[in-house]
């Protein structure tokens, strides 16, 4: 009997199917001509590299000196892991967020975790292992006072009370800066629409 059963596509389903793959391989091919391709891609590489200066040690290109910025107790370097993480985060949603075109934030991203996957890959199987950013996302979505979300939701991941200010405030200083620096990457990159 459920043989028998058949589901029939419209017409217009059809047509709007291929014209979607249609569409999007020429944005594709626009693209790789205009050089958004290649930009997206060394983007996602460069911002593989926003990483905490560690012991005055500026070895990746993006390197954020937080010492100038938060209080002696945040270089632990459990914590020091968090504000990666959190740094991570960051440049996955700004990508979604600033870049207009999916493609060219979903080749980033995917370059930024090819990237850690192979240059820091103990951290990249933390990452991809842990739950932080879907604490993060959630953060995201509650829509309230983002920046205060997210210093609550770096608190907690910090294995302090989310209701620490100082570990709330850490929080938003990561993520303000972090927002600042991958906004004016994304910035430099100089996409072509």
Known sequence: MADDIRIYKGKNEEDDFSVNISTDIESLNSFRLNGNLQKAKLLGKKLARLTPLIDGNGEEELSVDFKKLLAPKFQSQDILFQIRVLLVFAAESLLQLKIPAEQLSTTAINAMHDTLRKEHSAFYMNISDGAAFTFYYLAMKKGKDLESDIGQAFA????????????????????????RIIEEEIEKAQFIF
């Open 156 to 179: 907690m991941l910090c294995s302090v009370n989310k209701n620490s200010e100082s570990f709330i405030e850490a929080g938003k200083i990561v993520w303000n800066t972090a927002c």
